[in-house]
């Protein structure tokens, strides 16, 4: 799980001001983070098929974001790609 200080800190980093968290850049990069320790959760823990729903989910809604701004944005989209090392 993710602490107010690292969500405050991805926030300041990706949407400019701890007010702007609506830019996709910051729930790109909140959902990252969330997906990354419940990959971890769902290594250790491999029965727990409650939290790799979860987790499915949320790659999906990754997915949406990250295919809403190469639509409408690709240079906003190749910037929060190289930032947090998505794709190659």
């Known amino acids: 799980m ?3 200080e690292q ?3 991805i926030i300041a980093k ?3 001001t701890a007010a702007n968290t609506g830019k996709p ?3 790109i990069a909140l959902l990252t ?4 320790a419940l990959s971890q959760h ?3 823990h491999k029965k727990d098929h409650h939290s790799r729903r979860g987790l499915i ?3 999906a809604k990754r997915k949406n974001l990250l295919s809403y701004l190469q639509k409408n944005e690709i240079h906003r989209y190749r910037e929060i790609i190289a930032a ?4 190659k």
């Open 2 to 4: 993710i602490t107010k």
């Open 7 to 9: 969500k405050a800190e």
């Open 14 to 16: 990706h949407g400019g």
């Open 25 to 27: 850049e910051v729930q």
């Open 33 to 36: 983070a969330h997906i990354a």
């Open 42 to 44: 769902c290594a250790t």
């Open 57 to 59: 989910m949320l790659v």
């Open 84 to 87: 947090l090392g998505l794709r």
